[in-house]
């Protein structure tokens, strides 16, 4: 059974780069790698989405191994508005299609 | 705003009633998609509806069911209500899929139902 693991909290301070590697072993073929950030009462927002190797956009980047069984958001010099929870995601909309979300990590980020 | 309505915004009942929750999905997304957030808990998805068909199941309870009306507005039924139900439910609409990538989701603000 698919299932995607987190780390349950990191902490970090302004300025630095913060990685969160989510796991994913039984990632198939198929599966496209997604993270969210989530605030406090919102619902969740995508950030960033990818298959393989790396993807960048203006506010993260995602670094995908070869054998894809992980995958590593990368959010440069974080500020304290970057404090909230990451959402890890495997899904394949396609046939046998599924939604497997991680449990989240809490970022904080202090001054 | 992310286009993405949900009512009520707070909903408290009592055991064994049922309740049912709106969405309206952003203006031309044709799938629908409930989650369901406990205190403390990450995201659990419950279904997809996709142009006013279920497309994909995930880890909802026979209890609750689900339906999209030809508007593309959905709703979440929850009956047999159980303290446990407790949580902030999420309803979250993306585009047309045209590929099998699961195109971004755009969450509503939630319904928090309280169940005592």
């Known amino acids: 059974l698919a299932k995607t693991t987190q780390p349950i909290s990191m902490d970090s301070y302004e300025g630095q780069e913060v990685n969160i590697t989510c796991s994913h072993n039984?990632?198939?073929?198929?599966?496209?790698i997604t993270w969210y950030q989530q605030f406090p009462s919102q619902g969740p927002r995508f950030i960033i989405q990818?298959?393989?190797?790396?993807v960048t956009n203006e506010v993260a980047s995602l670094f995908i191994p070869a054998d894809r069984k992980s995958s590593t958001l990368s959010l440069p010099r974080v500020s304290l508005s970057d404090t909230a929870v990451y959402y890890c995601?495997?899904?394949?909309?396609?046939?046998?299609?599924?939604?497997?979300w991680g449990l989240g990590t809490s970022l904080a980020v202090n001054p | 705003d992310s286009g993405v309505t949900q009512t009520p915004k707070h909903l408290i009942t009592a055991t064994g009633q049922r309740v049912t929750l709106r969405c309206s999905p952003r203006?031309?997304?044709?799938?629908v998609y409930w989650y369901q957030q406990s205190l403390d808990q990450g995201l659990q998805f419950l279904i997809q509806?996709?142009?006013?068909?279920?497309?994909a199941k995930g880890n909802i309870l026979e209890r609750f069911s689900a339906q999209q009306f030809p508007d593309l507005h959905s709703e979440l039924n929850l009956s047999s209500l159980e303290l446990g139900d407790s949580a902030l439910y999420f309803c979250?609409?993306?585009?047309?899929?045209?590929?099998?990538?699961?195109?971004?989701?755009?969450f509503g603000p939630g319904t928090r139902l309280t169940v005592l």
């Open positions: 979250a609409s993306s585009a047309e899929m045209t590929s099998d990538l699961y195109n971004e989701q755009f």
């Open positions: 203006s031309g997304d044709l799938s």
């Open positions: 509806y996709y142009n006013g068909e279920e497309r």
């Open positions: 039984n990632i198939a073929t198929n599966d496209y």
């Open positions: 990818g298959y393989k190797t790396k």
């Open positions: 995601l495997v899904g394949y909309a396609g046939n046998n299609r599924k939604l497997i």
